[in-house]
């Protein structure tokens, strides 16, 4: 590793835009499908992956739908986000806030209880086993309709102990943050928090209606905010995180190549951008392999690399003496020869 590929991965992170389906590597999927005895269409470990090559949004959610087919049991829910918590552990992500997809899996007949209670036993011992912390974010199907995510808003009401926020994510372009404007008025009501996918596919305008009509405490994706100057005056000056994806965004062709990604734009127009990995098992790589793509691509300087990881946990929702724990410790960290 040269000086900077060992200062990446060292360095303590937050991960703040992750779906934990979307952490399903293929061995785990087959095993999974064997244990459950779910046949698959894809016959092999090399021929899942082959299948990971995607020219947009939708061809992605085509393969991420089916592969989440697997998932049945409590167990399987532990499984799939401990085996992601093993991966941020070695990359030395130190908090992270995870989406989950509860239509995924009620639409086909599973509890919602048991995709919970699997998430949150893995979650606590991840804190236990790990040091890693984490919170969950409920995220509501867009290509679904607005009555569809109330009820599933009401389904997680007995468990919102465990829930921090909701979010907004699948299908962006066509499925406007406004068509979701009850569902987070309810849940805005019921003391939790909102982020939203928008200005990924979706035009700014998605992200002035997530602001303005969801209220969002942060933008997932975001990066289409660059065509409208009012807007990044406004992100820049409400301090409203955006959760970038770079390797993401390429997977998806948001852009053509990473050398052409427009996050150390971002930092130059003072956003709070951070750096995330997404649905990592499909797009290539968590999130210290993103950090490192990105730094290579786009020449990013030790501060910038340092100014992402500290946007992380100022972009979390974690407490502010919680926040200050971990700033502090990235300074002790940045300051070492």
């Not at 046949?39 to 995607?54: G, H, T």
């Not at 919170?135 to 290509?143: A, D, M, N, Q, V």
């Not at 000056?237 to 994806?245: A, D, G, W, Y």
Request: hydrophobic share 40%.
């Amino acid at each position: 590793m040269n000086s900077l590929e060992t200062f990446i991965a060292g360095i303590p992170k937050a991960e703040l835009h992750l779906h934990i389906e979307g952490t399903l590597e293929p061995e785990l999927m087959f095993a999974l499908a064997q244990r459950n005895r779910i046949p698959l269409r894809l016959k092999s470990v090399e021929e899942v992956r082959r299948a990971y090559q995607f020219h947009n949004l939708q061809s992605f959610l085509d393969i991420y739908y089916e592969g989440a087919a697997v998932l049945i049991q409590e167990q399987d829910f532990y499984d799939l986000a401990w085996a992601y918590f093993e991966r941020a552990y070695k990359q030395n992500v130190r908090h992270a806030e995870i989406f989950f997809d509860p239509q995924t899996h009620t639409e086909r007949g599973i509890a919602f209880e048991t995709v919970i209670a699997g998430l949150q036993r893995a979650m606590e011992d991840a804190a236990s086993k790990l040091n890693v912390s984490s919170k969950l974010i409920l995220c509501f199907l867009r290509h679904l309709s607005a009555e569809s995510a109330v009820r599933t808003l009401e389904e997680a009401l007995p468990f919102k102990k465990w829930i921090t926020a909701v979010g907004l994510d699948s299908s962006e372009v066509g499925h406007p943050p406004s068509k979701f404007a009850r569902v987070f008025e309810s849940a805005r009501q019921e003391g939790l928090l909102a982020v939203a996918h928008a200005g990924e596919e979706g035009p700014p305008d998605y992200i002035w209606e997530a602001l303005d009509i969801l209220k969002v405490k942060r933008v997932d994706h975001g990066v289409r905010c660059l065509e409208d100057s009012r807007l990044v005056q406004r992100l820049a000056r409400e301090k409203i995180p955006l959760t970038v994806c770079p390797l993401s965004n390429i997977k998806l062709r948001v852009f053509e190549k990473m050398e052409h990604h427009n996050l150390k734009m971002l930092l130059e127009a003072e956003l709070t951008a951070t750096v995330n990995s997404d649905d990592p098992a499909y797009f290539g790589g968590y999130v210290a392999d993103n950090f490192l793509a990105a730094q290579k691509a786009l020449d990013l300087s030790r501060d910038q690399i340092a100014t992402l990881a500290r946007n992380s946990f100022e972009g979390s929702f974690l407490s502010g003496e919680e926040r200050k724990r971990y700033l502090d410790e990235i300074s002790r960290y940045c300051a070492k020869p």
